[in-house]
């Protein structure tokens, strides 16, 4: 059951973060990213990797990279314990903050056509369907919905 948190944080994620990280990745992912992955994302300049803490605790994290005046939302998840307590909103209001301090006008993201709680969650920062991939999660042959905002 979800918990109701009251008071979530963000601050960058950091290599001591991925273990905690690589949990809530495995649980919430069919093909999840690996430790190098995240640490390649770390690596490059124009990536930005955020966890969401609740009392210390890492509850959730979102991986972006700012390319140009685009976001492209790369990865986003919360532990199964702490969904729908705002801590997707907060990583997300953060990504926006941070990319449009950087000059970003513009988002956008691939996310399954089945997940609907992710697409009522996009369109309520802004993201509209634009566009489909087929069988872009392989492992599934599920199409992705490409999802844009102007911000």
């Not at 190098?36 to 969401?52: K, N, R, S, T, W």
């Amino acid at each position: 059951m979800a918990k109701m948190a009251v008071n979530i944080k963000t601050r960058d994620m950091t290599a001591d973060d991925l273990d905690d990280v690589l949990v809530i990745e495995g649980a919430s992912f069919q093909i999840p990213w690996s430790r190098g992955i995240f640490l390649g994302e770390m690596a490059q300049p124009f990536c930005h990797d955020l966890v969401a803490l609740v009392e210390g605790r890492i509850v959730g994290y979102i991986c972006f990279a700012i390319v140009c005046d685009e976001i492209h939302l790369r990865n986003i998840a919360v532990h199964r314990d702490w969904k729908r307590c705002g801590a997707a909103s907060e990583l997300l209001s953060r990504m926006i903050a941070i990319s449009s301090g950087k000059g970003a006008r513009y988002g956008t993201l691939e996310v399954r056509k089945s997940n609907v709680a992710a697409l009522e969650l996009y369109k309520r920062f802004g993201f509209v369907v634009e566009g489909t991939r087929p069988s872009y999660y392989s492992e599934a042959g599920e199409d992705a919905l490409i999802m844009w905002a102007n911000f």
